[in-house]
C-alpha cells in the first residue's frame, strides 16, 4: 500500500516539474498562435509601460507648444526634440504628429538599431505600440496591452 501511494506521489512530482519546465521556457510563445515566431525580447520592444507613465505629459507638451506645422487641416505636427526624453536614448524621432479626428491622437515615430516604433496615445486613454523590425515580414502590436502579431509579407506582395 505504501509503495502505492510513494508511485503517486513521485508521478504527481514528475509530472509537475515537466509542467514547470515547458511553463519556465523562453522563446517562442505558444499560448497565442497569432504570436508564433515571436521571441519574448521582441514583447518587450512592444511594452507600454513607459508609455503609460508619460502619457500626461504628452497630452501636457501638446497643448502647451505650437506645432511647426499644419500638413492638414486634421494634423499638425511638432518637434521631435520635445518629445525626446519618450523614447529609448539610442532612438532618432521621425516625426510627432497629433490628428483631430473626433478624438485628439498624439503619434510619436521613431527609429533605432532594434526598427522602427510608432507609440499612439489616444485622449480617451487607450496606447498602441507598434514596431517592425529590420527587414521582417511582420510587425508586432501592444494595443493597450493586448499584443499581436501581424504578417505583412503576403499584403506588400
Known amino acids: 500500500m505504501i509503495y502505492r501511494f510513494l508511485a503517486v506521489v513521485g508521478a504527481i512530482v514528475i509530472l509537475a516539474g515537466v509542467i514547470s519546465f515547458f511553463a519556465m521556457r ?13 521571441v519574448q525580447a521582441d514583447h518587450e520592444l512592444v511594452s507600454i509601460e513607459l508609455e503609460q507613465e508619460n502619457r500626461a505629459k504628452v497630452f501636457e507638451l501638446v497643448k502647451t507648444h505650437t506645432p ?5 487641416s486634421d494634423v499638425k505636427l511638432y518637434d521631435g526634440e520635445l518629445f525626446s526624453s519618450m523614447i529609448p536614448f539610442d532612438a532618432e524621432m521621425l516625426e ?3 490628428s483631430e479626428l473626433g478624438l485628439l491622437r498624439v503619434s510619436l515615430d521613431y527609429y533605432n538599431s532594434k526598427g522602427r516604433t510608432i507609440v499612439t496615445y489616444f ?3 487607450p496606447i498602441r505600440k507598434t514596431f517592425r523590425g529590420h ?3 511582420w510587425i508586432l502590436t501592444n494595443d ?7 504578417d505583412i509579407q503576403s499584403k506588400e506582395s
Do not use: F, R, W
Not at 26 to 38: H, R, V, Y
Not at 68 to 72: D, G, K
Not at 144 to 150: A, F, K, L, R, W
Open 26 to 38: 523562453q522563446g517562442t510563445t505558444s499560448e497565442n498562435p497569432s504570436l508564433a515566431g515571436c
Open 68 to 72: 511647426i506645422e499644419q500638413p492638414q
Open 96 to 98: 510627432v504628429s497629433v
Open 123 to 125: 485622449e480617451d486613454g
Open 135 to 137: 527587414q521582417c515580414d
Open 144 to 150: 493597450n496591452g493586448e499584443i499581436t502579431q501581424q
